[in-house]
């Protein structure tokens, strides 16, 4: 395993807003950004926080296939809904911007959707239901993105992990927050696989040939990169653990994130153009928020929903187990634990070096160069 160094929530959250403006992000935009990207990591979600820093959102300024400045066009707009035009900017800041018009529209008007064509990753999807929780509003969101995943008794990519994300506001200290993908593993986690060391899991990954792929994930990650293995959905390879059920919820984000806003699907999500060149991702996104006042209030939302999730962590324990865990939990356990900092592995580490030499940033000293 990688050896991890801690860096305190100021530190790691300058040099991230740094580096972004670094990259001709405007500041305020950095600020979505980096909060966006680090709240993944203050949940324990490292598949999609500092791990993705450059590879994912510098790398791709730096390729000219992503741009720093965010041209946020709203395309057409009702009271209830609208369609928004990213061109390519910052996924955070079209997500951010997206999720608040939806949001004050369900403030004014009950319900409101925002969908939205030609973005970028957008970063940890729970963020934008978390956003709509906060103001007492049920928050639903998804994306499409590159072509990974195979339909079931299919081996080739042909949509993304495609992360259907709902957030209900409850009376705990955290609200009910599901947000993962709908195949069996992500490309994140492979990623963050290679970067630790560890095997893919079985059964989460299909060869051209039908067999699963195991063992090394760095292989794996090729393999899926150049066509030759692909993700499975939720329930795995074929029928027999209900993997339909996976391929059907993939399909249904899919949709909503290209047919409401004409929006690119499927292998043109794959980052190529004809000629095999790096171009823009082109993904596209739903939001939607529903205001719990327009229904009996958030006061009695929040507490039935507290008490349906209280009711089933209080149900019978299978043997050896603990505890039963409701969604949000855990990540607010980890929350709580990661108040001094955020884990970097080593893999990263070089690269935030790198980063801070190249921007000149020489204000920044990090934990491992003591």
């Not at 979505?32 to 926080?49: F, M, P, Q, T, Y």
């Not at 806003?261 to 993904?283: F, M, T, V």
């Not at 356990?333 to 580490?349: C, F, T």
């Not at 935030?352 to 000293?365: C, F, M, N, P, S």
């Amino acid at each position: 395993m990688a050896k991890t160094n801690i860096v305190d929530w100021k530190t790691i959250t300058n040099f991230v807003i740094d580096s972004f403006v670094g990259y001709g992000i405007p500041r305020e935009d950095a600020e979505i950004c980096a909060d966006v990207l680090l709240e993944s990591d203050k949940r324990g979600i490292e598949s999609h926080g500092v791990n993705r820093f450059k590879p994912i959102y510098l790398d791709r300024i730096k390729a000219g296939i992503q741009n720093p400045v965010t041209n946020f066009e709203v395309i057409k707009e009702t009271e209830t809904t609208a369609v928004v035009d990213g061109h390519d900017g910052m996924g955070q800041v079209i997500g951010y911007k997206a999720m608040r018009m939806a949001i004050d529209k369900a403030k004014k008007y009950g319900m409101g959707m925002v969908v939205v064509r030609n973005s970028c990753h957008y970063g940890i999807a729970g963020y934008y239901p978390w956003m709509s929780c906060k103001e007492g509003c049920i928050g639903i969101t998804g994306t499409n993105a590159r072509p990974s995943v195979a339909p079931t008794f299919g081996v080739e990519g042909m949509f993304g992990t495609n992360p259907l994300t709902i957030g209900i506001p409850t009376d705990e200290d955290f609200d009910f927050i599901i947000d993962c993908a709908t195949s069996t593993t992500q490309n994140g986690k492979v990623e963050y696989y290679a970067r630790i060391g560890e095997n893919v899991h079985p059964g989460t990954i299909i060869a051209l040939d039908g067999s699963a792929v195991e063992g090394d994930a760095s292989e794996a990650l090729k393999m899926i990169r150049n066509g030759t293995a692909a993700l499975t959905t939720l329930g795995g390879i074929g029928e027999e653990m209900a993997g339909y059920k996976g391929y059907g919820y993939a399909m249904v984000v899919e949709l909503l994130s290209a047919c409401l806003q004409d929006g690119w699907y499927g292998k043109d999500l794959d980052g190529k153009d004809e000629n095999g060149k790096i171009r823009p991702y082109h993904l596209g996104h739903f939001f939607i928020a529903i205001d719990t006042e327009h229904f009996l209030g958030e006061k009695a939302c929040r507490e039935k929903a507290g008490e349906i999730i209280r009711s089933v962590r209080a149900s019978k324990k299978a043997p050896g187990a603990e505890r039963i865990y409701t969604a949000g939990e855990k990540e607010h356990m980890v929350r709580l634990a990661r108040k001094d900092g955020v884990p970097i592995n080593e893999s990263v580490q070089k690269e935030i070096i790198a980063v801070r030499d190249e921007l000149g940033l020489t204000q920044y000293k990090f934990p491992w160069e003591a």
